[in-house]
């Protein structure tokens, strides 16, 4: 089950006993548990009724005392507890004993006045564990993943629309390109574009442009993408830019590096077949990132991306032992590369 489907059985009056939330996008993690908040408990009773967890602090036999204890003042009671290692491949804490077997008969006969909610900080669950087995029986099991490259296109534009505007063609791209993928920083940026929009306003690339600061990363994304399409002045410019604000030029050809390095790990896994989110997985980046590290990648040939890559190698080696003075081997990298940046196989 994903989260969409367990919201829609929540808001249905199918609510588990228990939850169990994992993954890598925490901000969607935690909407999920405020959804569970709004849906199950009043605002008046969550005082008494939302009762946190931090399992390197509290023992888990001490929640599921808490879970079997009859609520008082209030229907349902929900638990959230937090740094849920019992259910990873992780070390947990050696402070606490951990009776897992209190858990584990907790399970086989929930009670109908608790709802428990495990937010565990990792990527996956170890699925050799007997209490994970367990879990996805007696409970709901819910990963949230990064949202895949349409998916999060899709996401900005419910956001604005959620805010009473409308995303004009190419905003959402011209937002994510710009804030980047994290999902906090794309609500802060979605709040100030709409309220400057007003309601019932278009929230457009133009605004986009004027009112959201790019960060590093996003800059010198920007800056390979103008490499690639051979528009050379506009690369430059950016460089400049980027200097003007202070950014170490070591730094900037570290983020160079690792920019042309996914291109072509993006190319080469996309020639094995590999789907967008296989290599974004694979590599560690986003799916964003993959699909346009994908279009860049288009542009080069797999042998030039490695030669690309060896000349940045060596200005690195040169920047740091002053073999040449940083802003201009920054420069001449790009003079030299420029050329380089046509459509090969």
């Given amino acids: 089950m994903d989260a969409k489907s367990a919201a829609k059985d929540i808001r249905q009056g199918r609510i588990s006993p228990v939850y ?37 602090e509290t023992p888990i036999q001490a929640v599921v005392e808490e879970a079997e204890t009859v609520p008082f003042m209030v229907p349902r009671k ?3 507890v937090r740094d849920a290692a019992l259910f990873t491949s992780g070390k947990e804490n050696a402070k606490l004993d951990h ?14 006045f608790s709802v428990l909610v495990f937010l565990v900080n ?5 699925e ?15 990963a949230f993943n990064p949202l895949g490259a349409e998916e999060l296109l899709r996401w900005v534009e419910r956001g604005i629309a959620s805010r009473g505007c409308q995303a004009a063609s190419g905003a959402a791209e011209a937002l994510i390109a710009s804030a980047g993928t994290g999902l906090q920083g794309l609500t802060a940026e ?6 400057f929009a007003g309601t019932g306003g278009t929230v457009d690339a133009a605004a986009v442009e004027s009112l959201v600061a790019k960060g590093m990363e996003q800059n010198v994304f920007a800056l390979v993408e103008h490499i690639a399409a051979l528009r050379l002045d506009q690369a430059l410019d950016m460089l400049h830019e980027l200097l003007k604000q202070k950014e170490e030029p070591i730094k900037i050809a570290a983020l160079i590096t690792r920019q042309f390095r996914i291109i072509l790990q993006v190319k080469e896994l996309s020639a094995q077949s590999y789907a967008q989110g296989q290599i974004a997985s694979q590599i560690g980046v986003h799916p964003y990132a993959v699909k346009l590290a994908g279009e860049q990648a ?6 030039q991306l490695r030669d690309i890559l060896s000349r940045l190698a060596d200005l690195d080696y040169q920047m740091k032992t002053g073999g040449v003075d940083k802003v201009l081997g920054l420069e001449l990298f790009i003079l030299r590369l420029a050329p380089q940046g046509t459509a090969a196989d």
């Fill in 78 to 80: 929900l638990l959230l």
């Fill in 298 to 303: 288009r542009k080069f040939g797999a042998g």
């Fill in 122 to 126: 990792s990527d996956k669950l170890d």
């Fill in 128 to 142: 050799r564990k007997k209490i994970v087995k367990t879990m996805k029986t007696a409970g709901t099991v819910l």
């Fill in 190 to 195: 979605m709040d100030k574009l709409c309220l």
């Fill in 20 to 56: 169990c939330l994992y993954g890598s996008e925490k901000f969607r993690m935690n909407e999920f548990v405020q959804f569970l908040e709004e849906q199950l408990i009043s605002k008046e009773d969550r005082d008494f009724a939302v009762i946190p967890f931090d399992l390197s």
């Fill in 99 to 112: 009776r897992i077997e209190a858990l584990q008969d907790y399970l086989n006969a929930p009670a109908d």
